[in-house]
């Protein structure tokens, strides 16, 4: 089967995880994905533990399947070498600061003018315009100002950041969605455009459930541990050995009679504080600890064999190892184990693309540093191995090189 992106040729200046991960959704669908690198270091994610034989794990699992090639941007010849690129290319993709790349003499405008069929991508913490535009932005800072670690954590307790990198993961997925639909358009018009993917304005976009409340009901959501602020029972149980999660859908209370039922707590199912799923959050106080006491009866399997077969939706809180050895996950080949030469070979997340007649996935490991510069601009700009050998030796390309990140870590 073929993939989706196939033909579309994407330089790709972006780096860390915002950027990456955007361009990994895309490699995984197909596109040809060119990572360029600023000799010597490239990526500051090559430096980033932890570490497998002295590769880093943190750039593997974002960059598998992409090509590297080494440019000096700073460099009038550089500039000129990537604008050539440029020509041929149908996306190419940063996420530095604002107007760094206009500093380099490689904004939109210039890039439109050799090709106007380009798609421009940029993704940064507060956009390409505003007060915040040109302020440094890591993944905790756009989380805790776009309002998400103010509702999550236990009521009372520290704010709380997500587990996962979402103020990155977020701004990922909307950059890869808007490239999409840029390419999508461009069938149409036959032009490209320049797409402005802010941080933030992705965490107020995925937030819009508790927007949507604090305008509605004036107070402003807090945090609620693993509750539903409008659904209950809607949370996680302590449970015999671990913990339960129970989420009763939206409506069916028949769910609710079951649950009782199987509590062994029928008396609930008349009681009027609780027929209704307002009417058990607005009591949730008295509620939660009669389900408590009934939920520690049992070990999670055992309530998963009984609540599961009445359609009663529940699940265990799984640790990663246990998520990694899940039956379902493993079904549906969501591990996936990648060899590289250096690294070895590491189980990393697959793409989660399932199509019925187009294929998606890892397509390998991920580059070493400058490892397809002669590769790539033999390919789109027909320079030969002494052409290139003659860059390197100006320092305007590199072939290949690096951190030590062995030495580095010791």
């Known amino acids: 089967m073929s993939r989706p992106l196939e033909g579309i040729t994407i330089l790709d200046l972006t780096w860390v995880l915002s950027g990456p991960y955007a361009a990994m959704v ?3 669908l197909g596109a040809g994905v060119i990572k360029v690198e600023r000799p010597p270091w490239g990526d500051i994610a090559r430096t980033t533990g932890p ?20 440019i000096d941007l700073r460099g009038e010849e550089g500039r000129g070498l990537f604008l050539r690129l440029a020509e041929k290319a149908d996306v190419v993709m940063e996420n530095f600061t604002p107007g760094t790349m206009e500093r380099l003499g490689l904004g939109y405008e210039a890039l439109a003018a050799r090709n106007p069929r380009l798609i421009f991508a940029r993704t940064s913490g507060f956009g390409q315009t505003g007060p915040y535009r040109e302020r440094p932005a890591l993944d905790i800072i756009v989380q805790a100002m776009g309002g998400i670690m103010s509702i999550t954590g236990e009521p009372g307790g520290r704010p709380v950041r997500p587990g996962a990198s979402m103020g990155d993961i977020s701004a990922g997925l909307f950059t890869a969605i808007g490239i999409l639909a840029a390419l999508h358009e461009r069938e149409r018009s036959g032009t490209g455009q320049e797409i402005d993917i802010s941080m933030l304005d992705c965490q107020v976009s995925v937030l819009e459930n508790a927007i949507m409340r604090y305008f509605v009901t004036g107070a402003p959501p807090e945090p609620l541990g693993t509750r539903h602020p409008s659904a209950t029972p809607f949370q996680a149980f302590p449970t015999a050995d671990g913990y339960l999660v129970v989420a009763l859908s939206f409506g069916e209370e028949n769910q609710w009679q079951l649950l009782c039922g199987a509590l062994g707590l029928p008396g609930l199912i008349d009681d009027e504080r609780f027929a209704t799923s307002p009417r058990r959050t607005a009591r949730h106080a008295e509620l939660e600890p009669i389900l408590e006491a009934a939920f520690r009866a049992r070990t999670t399997a055992e309530w998963l064999d009984e609540l599961g077969p009445m359609g009663i939706p529940c699940g265990p809180i799984n640790t990663i190892p246990r998520l990694v050895d899940d039956p379902q996950v493993r079904e549906r080949q969501m591990i996936q184990e990648v060899t590289h030469a250096r690294a070895g070979t590491i189980p990393i997340a697959n793409t989660p693309f399932r199509m019925s007649r187009s294929e998606a996935g890892i397509k390998g490991p991920p580059p070493d540093f400058g490892a397809d510069t002669a590769a790539v601009l033999g390919e789109l700009l027909g320079l030969t191995g002494a052409d290139v050998a003659e860059l390197e030796a100006r320092g305007v390309v590199a072939t290949s090189g690096g951190p030590d990140i062995g030495a580095i870590t010791g």
Not at 60 to 66: A, I, L, P
């Open 26 to 28: 895309l490699c995984d």
């Open 51 to 70: 570490y497998s034989n002295g590769w880093s794990g943190y750039f593997f699992s974002v960059n598998r399947g992409k090509r590297s090639i080494a």
